[in-house]
């Protein structure tokens, strides 16, 4: 059964910082990613990482303070956030999906449960 599992989200000032981490179990992926979705407003990307590779891909709004990365041997993978803003605050998942393409904006099958970033003014 596979299984997506958030943590690190929680209350930070604008500015600060927060790690967001994923553990994933059941089989193994090729593309690991973030969205988020605020209050009336649909799920977004945020970042995306090949499993393998590594390499990485970023929303626009989140290039330069955002970071994925990912531990292959922990099966987890992480987002760094820095200089939060308070219109980041949202619901932020994490996502898997099995194959591989450039596009890590799309295609995924599984998803975790979330956890509440909110970012304070």
């Known amino acids: 059964q596979v299984q997506l599992v958030e943590s690190g989200g929680g209350l930070v000032q604008a500015g600060g910082s927060l790690r967001l981490s994923c553990a994933a179990s059941?089989?193994?992926?090729?593309?690991m990613g973030w969205f988020r979705q605020a209050p009336g407003k649909e799920r977004e990307f945020v970042a995306g990482?090949?499993?393998?590779?590594?390499?990485?891909n970023y929303a626009d709004s989140v290039k330069g303070r955002f970071t994925i990365s990912r531990d292959n041997a922990k099966n987890t993978v992480y987002l760094q956030m820095n200089s939060l803003k308070p219109e980041e605050t949202a619901v932020y998942y994490c996502?898997?999906?099995?194959?591989?393409?450039?596009?890590?904006?799309?295609?995924?099958?599984?998803w975790g449960q979330g956890t509440q970033v909110t970012v304070s003014s």
């Open positions: 996502a898997a999906r099995g194959r591989w393409y450039s596009d890590y904006s799309r295609g995924y099958d599984y």
């Open positions: 059941g089989r193994t992926f090729s593309v």
């Open positions: 990482i090949g499993w393998s590779s590594g390499s990485a």
